[in-house]
């Protein structure tokens, strides 16, 4: 069994992440620990209790770190929703989180397992940074790690120059990349154009007719309608299951390289900027692998596998 653990600031498209990780069968979540990010860390955690009991699982829960390390959190309700869920006022959870905090419970984990926990990353990384801060040593236990993160060809969420999980807690996401964890950064144009569902591949979903498909759509409505009224693409866009995708099935990404990437900390033009040094002209030593191309017929046929009855 692949040993999974998911950092998330869970709203509508982080849950449907979680629910591809729970439902592969060869995938073992040993934890989801929740940070400040779209939503705020108490209605994250909330919704990612609620997902992983409609996948029927046990899987601990843990709330993390409040706000990021130096800023002020900004949260993403416009697009994702009052609830982080499109609205959809979905039931308390049965379950109630862990009492253990996120990033004692990921430190743990770490040093119970070396090597053996891969992590992805959904959320600003703000619970990571401070993990690793109190335990640098975790960085060589991690075998790999995805981070669903940044915009390589600097076309920004956020600003024209920064995607959110990094705008979000920019200082945070800098001590991660040099934290010497093995890191293949995601960015957020992985998931624009024609990586989006569009209606023809909805319908198909809803045609599973299956919870977790009725799911992947209800609890993106506000997303889906969002994301085609303020950047006019087809459908829904789903940063953070791409890039789980890319973690359950690393085929998925069909080009990557190895550089020297940093994050702008200092600027407010382009704070959270993700600098890519594509042609190593500053010769640093390379740090982090970056996604430059994904198999978009692949990455939905991921997605479409978790979403089927068994
Ligand atoms: C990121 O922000 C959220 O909308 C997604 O969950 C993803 O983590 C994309 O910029
Ligand atoms: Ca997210």
């Known amino acids: 069994m692949r040993r999974f653990w998911i950092d998330t600031d869970t709203a509508s498209d982080d849950a449907v992440a979680i629910l591809m990780a729970l439902r592969t069968p060869d995938v073992v979540v040993d934890g989801i620990s929740v940070v400040s990010g779209n939503v705020p860390v108490e209605m994250g955690t909330r919704n990612a209790l609620y997902t992983v009991e409609l996948c029927g699982k046990q899987t601990p829960v843990y709330s993390g770190i409040d706000r990021p390390l130096l800023r002020e959190p900004s949260y993403a309700y416009f697009f994702h929703g009052p609830d982080g869920m499109g ?12 009492k253990v905090h996120a990033v004692d419970a990921f430190i743990d984990a770490v040093r119970g397992s070396p090597g053996e926990i891969t992590l992805v990353i959904l959320g600003p990384l703000s619970n990571i940074a401070s993990a690793v801060r109190i335990a640098p040593d975790i960085a060589d236990k991690i075998p790999m790690c995805y981070v669903m993160g940044g915009a390589a060809a600097c076309l920004g969420n956020m600003t024209p120059a920064a995607e959110f999980n990094i705008w979000a807690d920019p200082d945070a996401a800098r001590i991660v990349f040099h934290s010497g964890i093995p890191i293949l950064m995601v960015g ?7 990586a989006n569902l569009d209606d023809d591949d909805m319908a198909f979903v809803r045609s599973l007719n299956t919870p977790y498909a009725d799911f992947t759509l209800d609890c993106n409505e506000s997303a889906i309608k969002t994301n085609r009224e303020w950047l006019g693409d087809p459908g829904l866009a789903l940063p953070d299951p791409v890039t789980m995708a890319i973690a359950l099935d690393p085929e998925v990404c069909t080009k990557r390289g190895k550089h020297f990437v940093d994050v702008e900390t200092i600027s407010d033009l382009t704070r959270g900027m993700t600098v890519v040094d594509e042609l190593g002209v500053l010769n640093k030593e390379p740090n982090i692998e970056v996604c430059w191309e994904i198999n978009i017929p692949l990455w939905k046929e991921t997605l479409y596998t978790t979403l089927r009855d068994e």
């Open 87 to 98: 609205g959809m006022n979905y039931p308390e959870p049965a379950g109630a989180e862990d």
């Open 188 to 194: 957020w144009e992985h998931c624009r154009g024609e």
